[in-house]
């Protein structure tokens, strides 16, 4: 796994599923290994398939971008937080611990 500067928890139905991490290059996300092997593990979305390879991109992935608000609720969540708006890893860090669906976002492991 890469060396981050900030990470991100990510769980499927309260069960931890893998790290995001931010990184010199951009972001990488990559699976936890037991949950991998775990009989019920689901993917986190169709584009991260269950794989023990790390996801990397450039950019903050689309999946995880599109759980971060739009409109007047990333206002509250921007002025709330005092947080950039261009800040999109942050954003997902403070705003995505409850999002809709079945995908969470720690700044810690639980």
Known sequence: MTEGYRT???YVRNRF???????DYGYSFLYDADY????NATAV???FPLQAEEFVSKTLFA????????????????????????DRFGLLLVACKDCIGNVSVRGERI
């Open 17 to 23: 599923a893998g790290v995001l991490n931010e990184t």
């Open 45 to 47: 979305s169709l584009t």
């Open 63 to 86: 999946f995880f971008d599109g759980l971060i608000p739009e409109g007047w609720l990333l206002d509250v969540v921007t002025h709330n937080w005092k947080i950039d708006p261009s």
């Open 8 to 10: 991100a928890y990510i």
């Open 36 to 39: 991998l092997v775990a009989e």
